[in-house]
């Protein structure tokens, strides 16, 4: 190729992308269909997270609209979804352009929270300045005062650390009054947001309980081996082992653990016990296993939800954020249904109404979802919900835990 | 000819500055993502051009100047925090430079590398071990546009600082030893001096860049804002723009930076696989850099003028 043909290759490319870019330009239009963004890390380090959990329910989401004909408006009146999606990269820098983009120069009529919580952290002032409502399915509570009060249409929907411990603590204290369990906790964590919270609330709510916490190391991102950690935990004598892990790191602690025969009456890793992949992973050897989040098996709404999941995406939910993304959409499409495009009285209505959805009747309390599965266990194949205990619903917590095989 | 340059540069400068004026709020994002590159690239390219010492370090300063924002935020005015910020940059540059520039080529790549992964461990470590936190917010009220002509100064300080190297007596030694190190150190060059201080001049430009932009992002913990990504983009723009030329690094930021704006909008799904196409394109194509292309254009033109003389 001589320099001539290459430049005008060049010219060419540059030409077509600045073509592009003004058709990209969002025009002003009659009203034809109802049009929702979202950016998402399709790539990179968060890709993983955001393709297992975000991505799957809101596509499967936009096809459930679509087969109900559209989004119903309070008159009545039925529009079709247009989507559009823009990749993160992974990047803060280009989530939050992302939004900018979506919300001043494609002026779509609703924003899709972004995966995780430092990402939706990222981004909760913008949809406060732009005036979008923000439901924040795959983050937890941030620990700020007035939270409600400086971004007020913001909803944070996968319950708080102090949440998690306490309902830990209520689903073990019964097993340690009557002395099946010693009350001794082993407790690893990994040097991450997630596992820096959760376990500072784990930790304030073992002291409260009464609980022995004898071992409580951090161990950084990316670590391989746990032979090490599980043997200290072993040989400290805790009868109840906690793990706040991210999935890879679970799979591991899980494998080694079974490896080296250690069954503690009760084991529970982080995130990642409670995806489906996790069960057939093990052989099945699962039963008995804790961990975060949890579902209603019992539920009809939840055994659509999955099957419909199965049917679109070839691939089972996971029992915790999952469902809860799911729901949170049903939340949104009922308060347009109720209150229109208007973005104000659409935070409005989400902020004190009354949803119906897969996860049953829901209703936000200063803006968070607290009423919901915060601990589950594998029991018969299922990941289901045990704690809050006194939750309709909720399993009994089998303790001890069986053998692995 | 040197006027005529000068006027050039103040008239983009100018024009540049009033850039954000009648542009929405995701126009400004966009400047600033673009400027930011700019700055990042230049900068990298004033240690890397000359020195031809490749650095990945890139994204540890980037960090650092965010995380300083981070920390400050509630404590001091934010013109207070950059100086911080800069100074800690400084101080970190000169550490690691003492340190590591003695290391030749290939291992310099690896240990900067490396250190972008160290210092994102060690802060980590001390927030989890000392704070029992990771995540800090940033609660300072900073307009995108305002953000936007910070970076812009930056640039401009970049870019002069640059011009200024490549016409003093500093140019010509560090040219000197991107050429060849031990020639340059029997012509009386202090050779590690002269690294160390392009060294800790990128780094303190890199830092700031890095501290300008955090309030953008509200939140941060270290793998947000240790993402290697930065120094890999970085590396590649001024690579594609020519990291040897005063201008090289701008124009091929620029590009680069609307063509992978565009991909993420218009193929969000294909993205990662059209930027490795476009990697292995920018080193088959234009190994030498894009301006490059304009001498050997001038050549041929020349070539051709004489043989039409003859």
């Known amino acids: ?405 | 000819m040197k006027t005529f340059g000068i006027l050039t540069f103040l008239v983009l400068a100018v024009g540049m500055a009033v850039l954000p004026l009648g542009i929405g709020d995701y126009g400004h994002g966009v400047l600033v993502g673009m400027m930011s590159y700019i700055v990042l690239a230049s900068a990298w390219a004033l240690f890397s051009g000359p020195t031809r010492y490749v650095s990945l370090a890139t994204v540890a300063f980037f960090g650092i100047g965010a995380y300083t924002v981070a920390v400050l935020a509630d404590h001091l005015p934010f013109g207070a925090i950059l100086v911080v910020a800069g100074s800690i940059g400084l101080c970190v540059a000169l550490l690691v430079g003492l340190a590591t520039l003695r290391l030749a080529g290939i291992y310099f790549v690896i240990f900067s590398f490396g250190l972008a992964e160290l210092v994102r461990q060690l802060i980590t470590w001390f927030e989890t071990s000392v704070n029992h936190t990771l995540g800090r917010y940033i609660f300072i009220e900073v307009s995108t546009a305002q953000i936007y002509w910070m970076l812009l100064g930056l640039g401009i300080i970049t870019l002069g600082l640059r011009w200024w190297i490549g016409n003093s007596r500093l140019g010509l030694a560090v040219n000197a030893i991107g050429d060849d190190e031990t020639v340059a150190r029997h012509a009386g060059v202090n050779v590690t001096g002269v690294k160390l201080a392009l060294f800790a001049v990128s780094s303190v430009l890199i830092t700031l860049a890095g501290a300008i932009q955090a309030p953008r992002w509200t939140y941060v913990e270290p793998s947000i804002v240790f993402n290697p990504t930065i120094s890999f983009m970085t590396l590649v723009m001024a690579l594609l723009g020519g990291p040897g030329r005063l201008w090289g690094p701008v124009a091929g930021a620029v590009p680069l930076y609307f063509l992978f704006e565009w991909i993420a909008t218009r193929f969000p799904d294909q993205n990662a696989i059209i930027l490795g196409l476009v990697f292995v394109a920018i080193v088959f194509l234009v190994p030498g850099g894009l301006l490059s292309l304009i001498d050997k254009w001038r050549a041929r033109a020349r070539a051709a003028g004489e043989q039409a003389h003859a």
Not at chain 1, 61 to 76: C, I, Q, S, Y
Not at chain 1, 154 to 169: K, N, Q, R
Not at chain 1, 328 to 340: D, E, F
Not at chain 1, 344 to 361: K, N, P, R, Y
């Open chain 1, 1 to 405: 190729m001589d320099f001539k043909r290459r430049g005008l290759l060049a010219v060419t490319a540059a030409c077509a992308l600045a073509l592009t870019s003004v058709a990209g330009m969002a025009m002003a239009q009659d009203r034809t269909s109802v049009r929702i963004g979202y950016a998402v890390s399709k790539t990179g380090v968060n890709a993983a997270g955001a393709n297992t959990t975000t991505i799957p329910n809101y596509e499967l989401w936009a096809k459930d609209v679509e087969a109900a004909d559209g989004l119903t408006l309070p008159d009545g009146s039925k529009l079709p979804l247009e989507i559009i999606a823009y990749d993160d990269r992974s990047a803060t820098e280009d989530l939050v352009r992302s939004v900018e983009r979506l919300a001043r120069q494609d002026e779509v009529d609703f924003i899709l929270a972004p995966w995780g919580t430092g990402f939706n952290l990222a981004v909760a002032p913008l949809f406060a300045r732009f005036g979008y409502p923000q439901l924040a399915g795959t983050s937890v509570v941030p620990n700020i005062d007035g939270l409600s009060d400086r971004w007020p249409n913001s909803f944070w929907l996968l319950g708080s650390s102090e949440a998690y411990a306490h309902a830990l603590v209520d689903v073990l204290q019964p097993a340690v009054n009557s002395g099946e369990l010693n009350g001794k906790v082993a407790m690893i964590s990994i040097a991450d947001g997630f596992g820096i919270e959760l376990s500072a609330g784990a930790r304030d709510a073992f002291e409260e309980a009464g609980f022995d916490l004898v071992m409580d190391k951090t161990y950084p991102l990316g670590t391989q081996d746990f032979a090490t950690l599980l043997q200290e935990a072993e040989a400290s004598g805790a009868d109840i082992f906690v793990a706040y892990s991210y999935p890879g790191d679970t799979f591991a602690i899980t494998a080694q653990s079974k490896l080296s025969s250690y069954n503690p009456k009760v084991f529970h890793p982080g995130v990642g016990t409670n995806f489906p992949i996790y069960a057939p992973m093990n052989d099945g050897n699962v039963e008995g296993v804790m961990s975060l989040g949890g579902i209603d098996a019992n539920s009809q709404a939840i055994q659509d939800y999955r099957a419909r999941h199965v049917a679109l995406l070839e691939k089972e939910p996971d029992s915790w954020a999952s469902p809860v993304i799911y729901a949170s959409l049903q939340m949104l499409q009922q308060a347009i249904g109720r209150k229109g495009l208007d973005r104000e009285a659409v935070s409005e209505e989400l902020a004190s109404g009354t949803f119906d959805t897969i996860l049953g009747s829901i209703s936000l309390e200063e803006n968070q979802l607290k009423d919901m599965w915060y601990i589950g266990q594998w029991q018969d194949g299922l990941f289901v919900g045990i704690s809050p205990t006194d939750k309709p619903g909720a399993a009994d917590a089998t303790i001890p835990k069986p053998d692995w095989n």
